[in-house]
């Protein structure tokens, strides 16, 4: 089955940061049990948020696929991209659950508040499948494209000096869910 296109141009060839994940960049951190580099893909197990430093931009098309790979609860497993990252007291993410639902909230000094939350046919449901998350990131709105299929443009703010990209994921304490994160691209948007 051939990818859809992306709607995002994450361009490698005008990447500010590209990685499939040959293996464990020192821009990720250190690789532990939670955090590693499996099978050409960035592994999670549990609960992660972490933020890749070489990714800050004033505007850029940020492009991931993220997969549950494996959850006893999808309901509480969500993964998902941090972007407009300033500090952990001030920044946004969006969030998906193998059940098809999406959500982008935005934590601001250290409160959140939900920017919208909705149901997309665009996501593929089910633990295992493999969704492509797209960004159009610019200094006042971004727009969110999942597998080809814009799903919502919305206003934000992003820091004074841009933002920095990361990933998400959260799961069950009492049953470490296991997420993948491949094809990372945040490349500077076109014209």
């Known amino acids: 089955m ?11 060839d005008n990447a500010l940061f590209e990685d499939n994940f040959e293996f464990m960049d020192v821009s990720w951190g250190e690789p ?7 099978d050409d893909a960035l592994v999670v197990k549990g609960w992660r948020d972490q933020v890749n430093f070489t990714t800050q931009n004033e505007g850029a098309n940020v492009c991931a696929d993220l997969t549950v790979v494996e959850t006893s609860k999808p309901a509480n497993s969500p993964m998902g991209l941090v972007f407009w990252w300033a500090d952990w007291d001030n920044y946004y993410y969006v969030w998906v659950w ?8 935005r934590i ?3 409160k959140s508040s939900v920017v919208f939350t909705t149901e997309t046919l665009a996501l593929k449901k089910g633990v ?7 960004l159009q990131l610019k200094p006042r709105d971004a727009t969110i494209i999942v597998n ?8 934000g703010i992003q820091p004074k000096d841009g933002g920095i990209v990361g990933i ?4 069950p304490s009492d049953a470490p869910a296991t997420f ?3 094809n990372f691209i945040v490349s500077v948007p076109d014209e």
């Open 180 to 182: 993948k994160f491949d």
């Open 108 to 110: 601001f000094k250290g």
């Open 32 to 38: 532990n049990e939670n955090i590693f580099v499996e």
């Open 2 to 12: 051939a990818a859809s296109p992306a709607l995002a141009k994450c361009n490698p």
């Open 148 to 155: 080809g299929t814009k799903v919502q443009r919305f206003k």
């Open 98 to 105: 193998p059940d098809g639902g999406l959500e982008v909230r």
């Open 168 to 171: 998400t994921a959260t799961s």
């Open 128 to 134: 295992g499948e493999t969704n492509q998350i797209e």
